[in-house]
């Protein structure tokens, strides 16, 4: 059975240099999700806002209603700070998660938390 995953990516401004790394990012996830056979890509989730609060962040609130929904069971993410600077918001981010039967990989620091 393929397991769903989901890709996030996020910036912080709309500079062309943080826009070039946001399409980097995109593409790269995007190749190593459909070159793993064992995955299937469930969504590429992208969102260019302070990473904080979760507040703004509709492509991030968006990819939780899917994991909630069972649609996601893999979340791929660059980096810890991609996914939250805020550690309550990251605490509870992952806690909701767990219950949901998703995992999450922070790509830079090679930590699966599942």
């Known amino acids: 059975m393929r ?3 989901a890709v996030y990516c996020r910036v912080s401004t709309k500079s062309e240099m943080q ?5 980097t990012q995109r593409d790269y996830y995007e ?4 070159s793993t ?10 969102d260019v806002a302070n990473g904080v609060s979760k507040k ?3 492509a991030f609130n968006s990819l939780l209603k899917a994991c909630k929904k069972k649609k996601i069971y893999l979340i791929i993410i660059k980096s ?3 996914f939250a600077r805020n550690i309550l918001d990251f605490l509870q981010t ?3 998660l767990k219950d949901w ?3 999450v990989y922070f790509e830079s620091e090679k930590i699966l938390l599942s």
Request: glycine share 12%.
């Open 80 to 82: 810890i700070s991609r």
């Open 19 to 23: 826009q070039h790394s946001l399409g």
């Open 31 to 34: 190749k190593l999700v459909k």
């Open 37 to 46: 056979e064992k995955y299937t890509l469930a969504g590429i989730y992208i």
């Open 101 to 103: 039967g998703v995992d």
């Open 3 to 5: 397991i769903r995953v």
């Open 94 to 96: 992952i806690r909701d």
């Open 56 to 58: 703004g962040r509709t």
